[in-house]
């Protein structure tokens, strides 16, 4: 399979433990995105990086999250001292131009946080 | 606020039916448009998109969808369903290069 890859699926946590999840996009794919999705509503913009380079951050990107795509290629999103409120589905996604806006979505990493 | 509104949560209708989904935004100045789909299973993938030109746009599988600029809306149409065509559909919008805002969705059901 050569689309966008994240791990794991699924995480169970306890409120107050660090986390980090996994993305791998696309190969050759310059952007890299993160989603989050909570129940009964869209896909919500975490942040995006072209390359290594992360130029844009959300408010919702608390610093309590910190994300990195250190050589340009697989991405990792951390969350520090996790919150009931953390609970959701983590999507990464890929891009590459000159389609930028045509981007392939992972099937995410649904965070459970007890 | 910036806003990406879908009309309806949930809509169930039967194979053969027409299908229309209402999409509106409230950003100033220009916007690039798109819907998403989520089939059962698998991930988003886009649908359509609209940039310029002609505001009738075609997607796959025989989706389209029209952009009024007086309404701010672009609403994704179907004249005939399929049961196949049960999914979760998303309107989005890219008010600037890199980040896309979804609306909530919209589940649909085709019953046979």
């Known amino acids: 399979d050569t689309g966008v890859s994240q791990n794991p699926r699924h995480k169970i946590t306890k409120r107050g433990q660090n986390v980090t999840f996994r993305c791998d996009p696309i190969?050759?794919?310059?952007?890299l995105y993160w989603y989050r999705q909570t129940l009964g509503q869209g896909p919500e913009f975490l942040t995006y990086?072209?390359?290594?380079?992360?130029?844009?951050k959300s408010r919702l990107l608390s610093d309590r999250f910190s994300a990195e795509r250190p050589k340009g290629s697989f991405s990792t999103l951390e969350i520090q001292r996790t919150e009931q409120g953390d609970s959701a589905m983590y999507l990464c996604?890929?891009?590459?131009?000159?389609?930028?806006?045509?981007?392939?979505f992972g099937s995410g990493t649904q965070l459970s946080v007890l | 606020a910036q806003s990406v509104s879908q009309h309806n949560h949930h809509v169930i209708l039967s194979e053969a039916a027409s299908l229309e989904l209402g999409c509106n935004y409230s950003?100033?100045?220009?916007?690039?448009l798109f819907w998403y789909v989520q089939y059962p299973g698998q991930h988003l993938q886009l649908l359509l998109k609209?940039?310029?030109?002609?505001?009738l746009v075609k997607g796959i599988k025989g989706f389209e969808a029209e952009f009024i600029k007086s309404k701010f809306s672009f609403n994704l149409r179907k004249p005939s369903v399929q049961w196949s065509d049960t999914a979760e559909y998303f309107c989005?919008?890219?008010?600037?290069?890199?980040?896309?805002?979804f609306g909530a969705g919209t589940q649909v059901v085709v019953t046979p």
């Open positions: 989005a919008v890219n008010p600037s290069w890199g980040k896309l805002q």
């Open positions: 996604a890929s891009s590459l131009e000159p389609e930028l806006e045509k981007l392939f």
């Open positions: 609209y940039f310029s030109g002609d505001p």
């Open positions: 950003y100033g100045g220009t916007v690039n």
């Open positions: 190969s050759e794919h310059n952007r």
């Open positions: 990086f072209q390359n290594e380079a992360q130029l844009e």
